[in-house]
């Protein structure tokens, strides 16, 4: 078992900046970010794969997040950069131990962190 701890979330204006960290537990291979706003589905936003050497972004936020990991801390952090108020959700880490490459699909993680909340003003 993994476990997954999330930190960084909070509020911000349109156009600031917040860091998200995730630690893990033990080792992971791919991991990804996924979020969640109210009464909207859960929605995948960026993912790398264990080498870091590869990332993916979903188009809602490629060119202002970045996704990247430590894995002697066992650690994958997602810089966000001018937010937007649509950016306003729960933040979801999340982290495979069985791929190794780049994953968008949430059935392929088998750990989730406890979420979160990110909230962006107008």
């Known amino acids: 078992q993994v476990q997954l701890v999330e930190s960084g979330g909070g509020l911000v204006q349109a156009g600031g900046s917040l860091r998200l960290s995730c630690v893990a537990s033990?080792?992971?291979?791919?991991m990804g970010w996924f979020r969640q706003a109210p009464g909207k589905e859960r929605e995948f936003v960026a993912t790398?794969?264990?080498?870091?050497?590869?990332?993916y972004y979903a188009d809602s936020v490629k060119g202002r997040f970045t996704i990247s990991r430590v894995n002697t801390k066992n650690t994958v952090s997602l810089q966000m950069n001018s937010l937007k108020p649509e950016d306003t959700a729960v933040y979801y880490c999340?982290?495979?131990?069985?791929?190794?490459?780049?994953?968008?699909?949430?059935?392929?993680?088998?750990?989730w962190g406890q979420g979160t909340q990110v909230t962006v003003s107008s």
């Open positions: 790398i794969s264990w080498s870091g050497l590869s990332t």
């Open positions: 999340a982290a495979s131990t069985t791929i190794t490459g780049w994953s968008m699909l949430p059935d392929e993680y088998a750990y």
């Open positions: 033990g080792r992971t291979f791919t």
